[in-house]
DNA sequence: GGGTATGTCTACCAAATGGTAGACAGATCC
DNA sequence: GGATCTGTCTACCATTTGGTAGACATACCC
């Protein structure tokens, strides 16, 4: 068969993600999957050994793709902890602003058992031990609020995610999930960590 | 057969919800739940038509709870705003707290399609909406820091459902999605909330 | 041009799953 | 004591799904 212009397996890979993130892994079928690229199932399992391992190398994709996005963003030069959390705080939006199948595959990796919801935890467990590191440092310097700093990573993280993955649950209380809302609720996160970590 | 101590429809509906919040509705069968519940998989068909229809089940127990036991600590009397936020948290994470497999539920829920995620929606509302309410006032009275209270009710849901969304990825930062860990949690939102809230 | 490798397809399959039909035992009603 | 109702069971079915075997065509190597 000619070359398409994108190859196969990056095709199926990115029709995955999708489907994925939308529906979740157990509802998409592969059936599903091939059609959505335009070929049979056969060529879904030719490329991928397995349904786990199209799973695996998808999930793989996102927990990548996230911890670049936020690796820049806390290794960023700032000399206000406040500025540094706020382009954390961005950069965490970022990805899903994008692309808001992964915000469902965040979710899915937590739901899932076993390796695959390791996956994620090993890829970001770094980045927020950096942090937790970092409000530590700061804190001892009283330039943030004193406080358990793992337990203020564990909330934010869950704030941010909340918002990332719950968006539509957000229309609750008249917030609509557009770039001027999401901008809207950023800003707001911001002065409420300002107003919560100000020493 | 002779009627057991808990009626078999209950005790259906108990293995259910643990199981679906465990793993996921789709990745739990009929099958699974019968043995759980020590029955055939017909015997949970005959109380309830559909695996639809318990799952619907399911989830009005959930949402039932969950507005139940806030809608009580909203209508709670108590004249500093912040205790009353703080009893609100307090009774967001008694649930959760009591019975793990809600947080999985909560999540199951937002991720599920159509109807069955509308049902959190609609329960939840109105309550969301009494909070911002109040929000409102206490502001115009003073004494809670001025804020776009709509924002604040969203971003207190999109921590509370990240929360519910994410427990294994706070492991991250050496937390456990226990009743201890909660709790732990819940204290550090309030002092949190009180930081940013207090006028 | 012949042989090999690559990529996609057709044709199946075994297992699991949601669901149906109907038998059967015990309790209840008359 | 017979009829009926209730709750559970055995037996079965249709469909879906992940996965295998192997044909076939095109591209590439020599």
Redesign the pocket.
């Known amino acids: 068969?000619?070359?398409?212009e994108t190859p196969?397996?990056q095709r199926i890979l990115d029709a995955a993600l999708d489907l994925f993130g939308a529906r979740g892994v157990d509802a998409?079928?592969?059936?599903?999957i091939?059609r959505e690229v335009?070929?049979?199932?056969?060529?879904v399992?030719?490329?991928f050994?397995?349904?786990?391992e199209l799973v695996d190398a998808v999930l793989e994709t996102v927990a990548a793709e996230l911890v670049v996005v936020i690796d820049a963003a806390v290794r960023s030069a700032s000399d206000d902890p406040l500025e540094r959390i706020d382009r954390v705080v961005r950069a965490v939006f970022r990805p899903a602003v994008r692309r808001p199948a992964m915000l469902g595959l965040v979710r899915e990796m937590n739901r899932l058992p076993g390796p695959q919801a390791d996956r994620l935890r090993l890829n970001v467990q770094p980045l927020v031990e950096r942090c937790v590191e970092y409000f530590q440092l700061e804190m001892d310097k009283g330039r943030l609020r004193r406080a358990d700093p793992g337990l203020i990573a564990a909330l934010a993280y869950a704030t941010v995610t909340g918002i990332a993955t719950e968006p539509e649950a957000l229309r609750s209380v008249g917030w609509q999930p557009t770039a001027v809302g999401l901008r809207h609720l950023r800003d707001e996160l911001r002065s409420f960590l300002r107003a919560a970590l100000t020493p």
């Open positions: 068969m000619p070359q398409r196969t397996r998409v079928s592969l059936d599903e091939a335009g070929v049979r199932k056969q060529t399992l030719y490329w050994a397995s349904k786990d």
